[in-house]
């Protein structure tokens, strides 16, 4: 699986981006996948993920503002972001896993996007 991350950009606090990651090659509908994001001088963190059948899942930091969705059609998976916060500056990643079963370690995905780079402005 190849995985292209965009949709990130500079907003200012409370504004709102919408993330997409498109996948390719072997069966996307199949694979969980999930969002993560990478602060400078930080390590990882899940952000939220989704079941191949849409069950979702978010980390604390996400609940009530992100929202995680995919189009298996498409082979996207998209992370809308509202109510920004300069906390929420990070370089986000989507990720996928050969199972659909979802997870909030990184570890457990082994396909990974490029990284796009959001920064929220206070």
């Known amino acids: 699986v190849q995985l292209q991350a965009s949709g990130g950009g500079l907003v200012q606090a409370g504004g709102s981006l919408r993330l997409s990651c498109q996948a390719s090659g072997r069966t996307f509908s199949n694979a969980a996948m999930g969002w993560f994001r990478q602060a400078p001088g930080k390590e990882r963190d899940f952000v939220s993920a989704?079941?191949?059948?849409?069950?979702?899942y978010y980390a604390d930091s996400a609940k009530g503002r992100f929202t995680i969705s995919r189009d298996n059609a498409k082979n996207t998976v998209y992370l809308q972001m509202d109510n920004l916060k300069p906390e929420d500056t990070a370089v986000y990643y989507c990720a996928a896993r050969r199972i659909f079963y979802t997870s909030s370690k990184s570890s457990d995905y082994e396909y990974w996007g490029q990284g796009t780079q959001v920064t929220v402005s206070s």
């Open positions: 989704v079941t191949w059948n849409g069950y979702t």
